[in-house]
Antibody
Framework: QVHLVQSGAEVKKPGASVKISCKAS????????IHWVRQAPGQGLEWVGV????????PYAQRFQGRVSMTRDTATSTVYMELSSLKSEDTAVYYC????????????WGQGTLVTVSS | AIHLTQSPSSLSASAGDRVTITCRAS??????LSWYQQSPGTPPKLLIY???SLESGVPSRFSGSGSGTDFTLAISSLQPEDSATYYC?????????FGQGTKLEI
């Protein structure tokens, strides 16, 4: 069972960048896809992107292209998502979530990280 | 990107009732559709995958059906704890996409 633990809440100013982390159980990233999904206050779920077990990434969701980067550190089983040029509309809870290498549906989620963008 | 349209956006029902939520895809998905339940302040919880397979530990009063472009989540014998927002999601192709959600009040 892969367990996902995310970093704590962040407060950023418009134009800044934020980098949040998602730590998976040891030795699991080699067979786990890690997705990032965000949820603005009172809104629905929005898929951001995914990092493959190989460390590669699928094309990010169009509205984030050019502003988002997903990386990983296999030594610490941690995946990172960095979002730059922050706007107030980026205020949201960001979830990491996973699916295994032999199926495509997301079956577990981190606890979420609130990112607040405010001047 | 595949667009998912859920209906209704909200509904109210009584304990013991049966309700259905539909999800229509802009392109055929085969069976690559999942359903999630989300309560306020918590991450989504997987209910159904493969359009109709019940996730382990999920009560059998939840069921999913459909294929192609039209899918349904049914909840029978509603319990008060079923009050939540429900989302469909397609995983047939990237970008993964979600329906806009259906808020269920018991």
């Amino acid at each position: 069972q892969v367990h996902l633990v995310q970093s704590g809440a962040e407060v950023k100013k418009p134009g800044a960048s934020v980098k949040i982390s998602c730590k998976a159980s040891a030795n699991t990233l080699s067979h786990t896809y890690i997705h990032w999904v965000r949820q603005a206050p009172g809104q629905g779920l929005e898929w951001v992107g995914v990092i493959y077990p190989t460390g590669g990434v699928a094309p990010y969701a169009q509205r984030f292209q050019g502003r988002v980067s997903m990386t990983r550190d296999t030594a610490t089983s941690t995946v990172y998502m960095e979002l730059s040029s922050l706007k107030s509309e980026d205020t949201a809870v960001y979830y990491c979530a996973k699916h295994g290498s032999n199926y495509g549906y997301i079956d577990d989620w981190g606890q979420g990280t609130l990112v607040t963008v405010s001047s | 990107a595949i667009h998912l349209t859920q209906s209704p956006s909200s509904l109210s029902a009584s304990a013991g009732d049966r309700v259905t939520i539909t999800c229509r895809a802009s392109r055929a998905l085969p069976s690559a559709l999942s359903w999630y339940q989300q309560s306020p302040g918590t991450p989504p919880k997987l209910l159904i995958y493969g359009a109709s397979s019940l996730e382990s530990g999920v009560p059998s009063r939840f069921s999913g059906s459909g294929s192609g472009t039209d899918f349904t989540l049914a909840i029978s014998s509603l319990q008060p704890e079923d009050s939540a927002t429900y989302y469909c999601q397609q995983y047939n192709s990237f970008p993964y996409t979600f329906g806009q959600g259906t808020k269920l009040e018991i």
